[in-house]
């Protein structure tokens, strides 16, 4: 089942002799459950996807479909429900708020939402993460790895049909970035949750289904690892 469907994106800055094409002409598709690396070197294009992707950013043309819907055909207040809704993302320098704890850092966004918080997924979630001792700590109380997997437990709390992760590892040592690594892939197999992942380690790349590289806005390669 395909879950998302990119049409000839295109993000341009800037103009004539000073015109940057950050995404030139991309197409893919990806299917309900699939966990996609990203892959390029600095200035490539590969954040401006993930961005465009999660409606962070809009495109100077092209379009995105999520589960059907033309996300960029949405006014402002539905696309707003839509990156609340749909998308969970997880960032290289976590940006947990520092005054609330684990628990309710995780739980935010389903709050924001005005829903109620699913106590049973919650607790599973918390237990998964190896964050029991932690529910009460604050950030600046946690080591890196530790928010890193309060970023994860909080994006997947909505259910989202994307989970976004930009540079997941970047700020971690190779310790914590193998047990994100691993949390990732969990979530993709116990959850069924589609990844979609960036990262300039290749080494890393290879963990995922399937590896899109790019270059220069374009992409170079799609191939399936597995």
Same mark, same amino acid.
């Given at each position: 089942?395909?879950?998302?469907?990119?049409?000839?994106?295109? %993000?341009?800055?800037?103009? &004539?002799?000073?015109?940057?094409? $950050?995404?030139? @002409?991309?197409?893919f598709?990806?299917? *309900? #459950?699939?966990?996609? $690396?990203?892959?390029?070197?600095?200035?490539?294009?590969k !954040?401006?996807?993930?961005?465009?992707i999660?409606?962070? @950013?809009? +495109?100077?043309? #092209? %379009?995105?479909?999520?589960?059907?819907?033309?996300?960029?055909?949405?006014?402002?207040?539905?696309?707003?429900?839509? =990156?609340?809704?749909?998308? &969970?993302?997880?960032?290289?320098?976590?940006?947990?708020?520092?005054?609330? @704890?684990?628990?309710?850092?995780?739980?935010?966004?389903?709050?924001?939402? #005005?829903?109620?918080?699913?106590? !049973?997924?919650?607790?599973?979630?918390?237990?998964?993460? &190896?964050?029991?001792?932690?529910?009460?700590?604050? +950030?600046?109380?946690?080591?890196?790895?530790?928010?890193?997997?309060? !970023?994860? &437990? =909080?994006?997947?709390?909505?259910?989202?049909?994307?989970v976004?992760? /930009?540079? +997941?590892? #970047?700020?971690?040592d190779?310790?914590?970035?193998?047990?994100?690594?691993?949390?990732?892939?969990?979530?993709?197999?116990?959850? *069924?949750?589609?990844?979609?992942?960036?990262?300039? @380690?290749?080494?890393?790349?290879?963990? $995922?289904? =399937?590896?899109?590289?790019?270059? /220069?806005?374009?992409?170079?390669?799609?191939? %399936?690892?597995?």
């Amino acid at each position: 089942m395909e879950i998302l469907k990119v049409e000839h994106l295109c %993000k341009n800055y800037g103009s &004539g002799k000073t015109l940057v094409k $950050a995404l030139d @002409d991309v197409s893919f598709t990806v299917s *309900k #459950g699939e966990f996609i $690396a990203i892959v390029g070197a600095s200035g490539s294009g590969k !954040s401006t996807l993930l961005h465009l992707i999660g409606a962070v @950013d809009k +495109p100077t043309s #092209g %379009k995105v479909y999520v589960e059907g819907e033309d996300i960029y055909a949405l006014n402002e207040t539905n696309l707003a429900v839509f =990156r609340r809704r749909q998308v &969970g993302l997880i960032y290289q320098f976590y940006n947990l708020i520092p005054i609330l @704890d684990v628990k309710e850092n995780m739980t935010l966004p389903v709050l924001l939402d #005005g829903k109620k918080v699913e106590e !049973s997924y919650l607790k599973e979630l918390i237990q998964i993460l &190896g964050l029991e001792k932690r529910v009460t700590h604050l +950030p600046n109380e946690l080591s890196g790895g530790e928010q890193q997997r309060v !970023s994860i &437990g =909080r994006a997947l709390m909505n259910h989202p049909a994307l989970v976004l992760a /930009d540079e +997941p590892t #970047g700020n971690l040592d190779s310790k914590a970035s193998a047990e994100i690594m691993k949390l990732l892939r969990l979530s993709n197999q116990k959850y *069924k949750q589609t990844i979609i992942m960036i990262t300039h @380690d290749y080494d890393l790349a290879l963990t $995922a289904d =399937r590896i899109i590289e790019i270059k /220069d806005g374009k992409i170079i390669k799609d191939e %399936k690892v597995r």
